[in-house]
C-alpha cells in the first residue's frame, strides 16, 4: 500500500484526484480494475439501503482496487453491523470515528458517490463483476510469483509443478461466493443428530416449517431450509388460495403459552398477479373457522351483514399481529426479490438469547457427543469428575427468522432478457429458486400454471401430471416438492358430491413419499382445509337490503379495533 503522507493539523480536507491503489510490480503495466463501476456501486449503496446488503453478500472490501473504497465500504459494513441505515450521515459519521474520513477524500467526496455517479439496476451483478476482477488480479500476481519461483526451480521440476498448480487453484477457487467449500461431515452430522433429538423430546414428525395441514406436515416433514416447493393448478383451481392458506397458517399469531423455545416465523410473500389490497381482502374473509368466515362477494361488496363485522375486526387484528410481508411489484427478478428478502432478514430476524454461567456469565458450550452444555471457562474439561454441566440451557427470548419467501407465480417472473428463448430465461429462472433458496436459508414456495393439455382430457382423466407444467420442464427437475391442484367440481358443477372436494397430489418429493391428499375447499371465501368431510358451508347467497348493515360506530367496537 502507499505511504499516506501525514497531514497537518488544520490542514483542509480535499479528495484525492484518483483513487488509491495497490501499486504493481511491472512498470507501467496497471492490474486489471474497473475503478468507475466500483464508484458506481459505492454511491448505489449510499442511495439504497437494499444495495449494500446485495453488495455485501457477493463482495469483499478487501476486493476493491481502490483502497480509499476499501474503507468506505468496510466503514458501511460496519454501520450495517450497528443496525443502522447507510447513507452519507451514517458512513461519515463511522469513518469520522475510526478516523479515517480524511483518508477517502472526505465527507465531500461521500456526497459526490451519492450523487453525481449513474443508477444500478443490478448491483449483485456489478459487484460480482468486482470480486472477479480481484480473483483475477490474484491470479496474475501468484503467475508472476510462480514464474519467479521457476527460474530456479531445475533440479525439482515436479515438486515445483505440484506447487505450482496447487497454488493457483487456490487463488482461482478458494473464497468464490459460486463455488462451496469442501466442509467436514462432522459439524452436518452434530446438526443432523442434534435436530433428531430435538424432535424426540418435543414429540413431533414435523422437522420444518409446519404448512398448517395435518396430512401435508405429515408426509413432508414441513419446509426445509434450502427447498422449493411448486404448487401448480390450471386456473381457478387454487393456487393463490393453497399459497396463502400456507402462508396464514406459518405466520399467525403464537399463543401466549407457545414454549419460547418455538420461533416466530416470518414469511414474505412476492404476488406479481394481485395487488397487496386484494390479498389483504381475501386473508381476511380466509381467516377463522367456518362459522368466524366472510363472503368474498359480501367483503368485496361492502354489503356485510350485522353478524359478520365481529368476525372481520378479528380477522384484521389476528392479521395485523402476523408475520407476512408482501411485496406486489410486477414482473420482479428473482435478483430483486432476493435484495428485498436479505433487506427484511436484516431488519427483523433475531437470534435466540439464553442465559448464562451462574458463576462467571460467559455463554455455555455444547458437548455434542453426551448433549449437554458447559462453561469453558469453569470447566475447561467437562468430562472431569464433578464438572458442572446442564442438560438444557435456559432461554430467555424468542428467535425470529423469516423461513420463508412465497412466490405468485413462476410465470410472470422476470426472466434473463439476453435468454434466446422463453424456455431458456424461464429455466434459468427455476434454478434460480433452487439456488436463493439455499443461499438465504428459506424455503421458497412457488405457484405455477398447468398447460392446456389438462383440459384436451375426457372429464374422468383430467386429473393433472407433472408432464402438464407449463413453461419449462426445469420446474420438474428443479423442485424439491410439487404439488399438483385438482377439483373435481370444476368439471362436474352439478355433482353435490364433489362440491368443495379438492385434492392437492403430491406427485414429486425428494426426500419422502408421494401421494393424494384430499381436502376440503370452501369457494366463497378461498380457503383449504383439512380434510373432506361432505361440502362446505353453503355458498353464500347474494346479499338483499334486509342483510345489508352499515358499519359499526365507532364506540361499538371491541376496544383496540
Not at 483502497?67 to 451514517?90: K, L, N, R
Not at 468486482?130 to 515438486?159: C, F, P, V, W, Y
Not at 459439524?187 to 433429538?197: C, E, I, L, Q
Request: aromatic content about 6%; proline content about 7%; charged content about 30%.
Amino acid at each position: 500500500m502507499r505511504p499516506v503522507r501525514n497531514r497537518e493539523k488544520g490542514a483542509r480536507s480535499r479528495r484525492p484526484q484518483e483513487p488509491e491503489a495497490p501499486p504493481t510490480e511491472i512498470v507501467g503495466q496497471v492490474p486489471p480494475n474497473d475503478l468507475d463501476l466500483e464508484k458506481d456501486v459505492l454511491g448505489a449503496c449510499l442511495r439504497d439501503r437494499t444495495a449494500v446488503l446485495q453488495a455485501r453478500a457477493v463482495l469483499k472490501p478487501e476486493e476493491l482496487f481502490g483502497t480509499d473504497h476499501q474503507i468506505i465500504f468496510e466503514g458501511m459494513i460496519a454501520v450495517v453491523a450497528d443496525g443502522h441505515h447507510v447513507d452519507v450521515s451514517s458512513v461519515r459519521s463511522k469513518l469520522k470515528h475510526r478516523g479515517m474520513l480524511d483518508r477517502v477524500g472526505g465527507a465531500s467526496y461521500l456526497s459526490e458517490l451519492a450523487t453525481t455517479r449513474p443508477e444500478v439496476k443490478d448491483v449483485t451483478s456489478a459487484a460480482k463483476r468486482l470480486s472477479e476482477l480481484h480473483r483475477l488480479r490474484s491470479i496474475i500476481e501468484t503467475g508472476r510469483r510462480i514464474a519467479a519461483l521457476g527460474q530456479e526451480a531445475a533440479n525439482d521440476i515436479k515438486t515445483f509443478a505440484e506447487g505450482a498448480v496447487r497454488d493457483i487453484n487456490k487463488v482461482a477457487y478458494s473464497g468464490r461466493k459460486d463455488v462451496e467449500q469442501l466442509t467436514h461431515i462432522a459439524p452436518t452430522v452434530d446438526v443432523s443428530v442434534a435436530g433428531v433429538r430435538q424432535r424426540s423430546e418435543n414429540g413431533s414428525a414435523v422437522s420444518g416449517i409446519a404448512t398448517g395441514y395435518k396430512e401435508i406436515d405429515e408426509m413432508t416433514s414441513g419446509l426445509m431450509d434450502g427447498d422449493v416447493w411448486y404448487i401448480a393448478g390450471r386456473p381457478g383451481h387454487g393456487k393463490t388460495s393453497a399459497l396463502l392458506g400456507i402462508l396464514a397458517n406459518i405466520t399467525a399469531p403464537l399463543p401466549k403459552d407457545e414454549p419460547i423455545e418455538t420461533p416466530e416465523i416470518g414469511a414474505a410473500f412476492f404476488s406479481l398477479e394481485m395487488p397487496r389490497l386484494q390479498i389483504a381482502n381475501r386473508l381476511i374473509c380466509m381467516t377463522g373457522d367456518d362459522h368466524a368466515r366472510i363472503s368474498i362477494e359480501r367483503w368485496r361488496s361492502g354489503r356485510l351483514r350485522p353478524q359478520d363485522w365481529g368476525p372481520a375486526y378479528a380477522a384484521a387484528d389476528k392479521l395485523r399481529k402476523s408475520r407476512l410481508w408482501i411485496d406486489d411489484t410486477p414482473a420482479i427478478s428473482l435478483e430483486e426479490s432476493e435484495a428485498k428478502l436479505m433487506a427484511l432478514k436484516a431488519d427483523w430476524e433475531r437470534e435466540p438469547t439464553y442465559a448464562g454461567c451462574p458463576t462467571c456469565q460467559r455463554q455455555f458450550v455444547q458437548w455434542v457427543d453426551r448433549g449437554v452444555w458447559y462453561c469453558p471457562a469453569c470447566n475447561p474439561d467437562p468430562s472431569a469428575a464433578g464438572a458442572f454441566v446442564v442438560e438444557k440451557r435456559v432461554q430467555l427470548t424468542r428467535a425470529r427468522i423469516v423461513g420463508v419467501a412465497a412466490y405468485d407465480y413462476f410465470g410472470l417472473m422476470a426472466g434473463d432478457p439476453n435468454a434466446r428463448s422463453r424456455e431458456e430465461a424461464m429455466a434459468g429462472v427455476s434454478k434460480g429458486f433452487k439456488t436463493l433458496s439455499k443461499r438465504r436459508k428459506v424455503a421458497s414456495l412457488v405457484a405455477a400454471q398447468l398447460n392446456r393439455e389438462v383440459e384436451k382430457r375426457n372429464a374422468k382423466e383430467r386429473r393433472p401430471q407433472l408432464s402438464d407444467l407449463r413453461e419449462t420442464g426445469s420446474l420438474e427437475q428443479d423442485g424439491d416438492t410439487i404439488i399438483l391442484l385438482y377439483q373435481a367440481a370444476k368439471y362436474r358443477p352439478n355433482d353435490e358430491k364433489v362440491r368443495g372436494k379438492a385434492e392437492w397430489d403430491i406427485a414429486k418429493q425428494r426426500n419422502g413419499k408421494t401421494g393424494r391428499v384430499t381436502m376440503r375447499y370452501s369457494d366463497w371465501c378461498s380457503r383449504f382445509d383439512d380434510e373432506f368431510d361432505g361440502p362446505p358451508v353453503p355458498r353464500a347467497a347474494p346479499p338483499t337490503p334486509a342483510d345489508v348493515a352499515p358499519e359499526p360506530d365507532e364506540n361499538d367496537l371491541p376496544p383496540g379495533l
